[in-house]
């Protein structure tokens, strides 16, 4: 996913809605692989499997939306960096994927985030991801504006399921 720098809004989505969030602490959500996604045909031929890094994508979704709602989508949020990630087994067509994002903090300049990945209860992956705010020296580039922020969050159906801290209702900004 690309948080912020390019001319369009995010062309990939690689969950396909949460299941829980909790502002500022934890979401949940959910990615269903099929033989429908173009990708799956070509990694690898014979034996579909999705691969680790639109995994890490589908998780590091979960966690950057997270960050992102936190300050009310003010700061441009980017991955900076996998701290770690470890994957314990593939995944391919028919199998359901719970991504896991859990804020160990959020502070100015970014926040990290520890992703789980599970198929049922099995742990399929695990790591730590880390995301940095953009700042206004890349005011000259077109960033996400709050709307395209809202939007996909809408789409993805956060406000559906979305709570704050103290356990309302989560409310579009």
């Known amino acids: 996913m690309?948080?912020?720098?390019?001319?369009?809004?995010v062309r990939w989505y690689w969950i396909d809605r949460f299941i829980e969030f909790e502002s500022g602490r934890r979401a949940k959500a959910i990615k269903n692989i099929t033989l429908a996604e173009d990708h799956i045909h070509d990694h690898f031929v014979?034996?579909?499997?999705?691969?680790?890094?639109?995994?890490?994508?589908?998780?590091?979704?979960?966690?950057?939306?997270?960050?992102?709602?936190?300050?009310?989508?003010?700061?441009?949020v980017v991955l900076a960096k996998l701290?770690?990630?470890?994957?314990?087994?593939?995944?391919?067509?028919?199998?359901?994927?719970?991504?896991?994002?859990?804020?160990?903090?959020?502070?100015?300049?970014?926040?990290?985030?520890?992703?789980?990945s599970h198929m049922g209860d099995e742990l399929h992956a695990e790591g730590q991801i880390m995301f940095a705010h953009l700042n206004d020296m890349f005011a000259n580039k077109r960033l996400f504006h709050l709307e395209?922020?809202?939007?996909?969050?809408?789409?993805?159906?956060?406000?559906?399921?979305?709570?704050?801290?103290e356990g309302n209702p989560l409310l579009e900004p």
């Open 2 to 9: 690309r948080y912020g720098i390019e001319d369009d809004a």
């Open 46 to 76: 014979g034996n579909p499997t999705m691969p680790h890094s639109l995994v890490i994508e589908g998780m590091a979704q979960t966690g950057g939306l997270l960050v992102g709602e936190h300050n009310g989508f003010r700061e441009k």
């Open 83 to 116: 701290s770690k990630i470890a994957f314990h087994r593939t995944a391919g067509p028919g199998d359901s994927l719970i991504y896991t994002a859990d804020v160990e903090y959020i502070k100015e300049d970014g926040a990290m985030v520890s992703v789980t």
């Open 148 to 165: 395209d922020y809202v939007r996909m969050m809408r789409m993805l159906g956060a406000y559906d399921v979305g709570r704050t801290v």
